[in-house]
T-cell receptor, first 111, second 114 residues
Framework: DVKVTQSSRYLVKRTGEKVFLECVQD?????MFWYRQDPGLGLRLIYF???????EKGDIPEGYSVSREKKERFSLILESASTNQTSMYLC??????????FGSGTRLTVV | AQSVTQLGSHVSVSEGALVLLRCNYS??????LFWYVQYPNQGLQLLLK??????LVKGINDFEAEFKKSETSFHLTKPSAHMSDAAEYFC????????????FGRGTSLIVHP
């Protein structure tokens, strides 16, 4: 069974901390994505990557960075966490015709 | 730019009743279309997809959707709702050429009453 695995289901971090959210896929997909999901706002694309060491900004990249050193792993980094980054974070990998496979999500709370 | 509209942020049905969740897309070229379901505190799971083959697409858990080009629609249906169908449903579209980034609708929350 194909999978996208996010390392943490729940995280609580303090304001100003550097936060790493990890995502690993086992489908050999080139494309990987990070979204955040907030009530009433749907899914908003933060960053995506279409190849190793490649990254592109999505709709809301401010305050975030990403790293893709290996094809299967795509990390989201909050350089200095703030309370407005409290959210559900979803990682996905994809092929165009097969659609996305999502991870289970990481619910991040910044206090 | 492509957009996906889901009519109704909440849909409420009784157990056993027909489920109809609406999705319309705006694009001059028919895109690839997807429905995803999200259960509480979970990621999104693919329910079904349309990729220019049969216009009536069957998915998991007895859901199906019909692509209607003339109406630019891809509505999701299920003949008989179960309590376990209560979840958030997202429609998404990916252009057949060019960018592979899908556009998601805002989501529809399905509420099932006993």
């Amino acid at each position: 069974d194909v999978k996208v695995t996010q390392s943490s289901r729940y995280l609580v971090k303090r304001t100003g901390e550097k936060v790493f959210l990890e995502c690993v896929q086992d489908m050999d997909h080139e494309n990987m994505f990070w979204y955040r999901q907030d009530p009433g706002l749907g899914l908003r694309l933060i960053y995506f990557s279409y190849d190793v060491k490649m990254k592109e900004k999505g709709d809301i990249p401010e305050g975030y960075s990403v790293s893709r050193e290996k094809k299967e792993r795509f990390s989201l980094i909050l350089e200095s966490a703030s309370t407005n980054q409290t959210s559900m974070y979803l990682c996905a990998s994809s092929s165009r015709t097969l659609g996305y496979t999502f991870g289970s999500g990481t619910r991040l709370t910044v206090v | 730019a492509q957009s996906v509209t889901q009519l109704g942020s909440h849909v409420s049905v009784s157990e056993g009743a027909l489920v109809l969740l609406r999705c319309n897309y705006s694009s001059s070229v028919p895109p690839y279309l997807f429905w995803y379901v999200q259960y509480p505190n979970q990621g999104l799971q693919l329910l079904l997809k349309y990729t220019s083959a049969a216009t009536l697409v069957k998915g998991i858990n007895d859901f199906e959707a019909e692509f209607k080009k003339s109406e630019t629609s891809f509505h999701l249906t299920k003949p008989s709702a179960h309590m376990s169908d209560a979840a958030e449903y997202f429609c998404a579209a990916t252009p057949p050429g060019g960018s592979y980034i899908p556009t998601f609708g805002r989501g529809t929350s399905l509420i099932v009453h006993p």
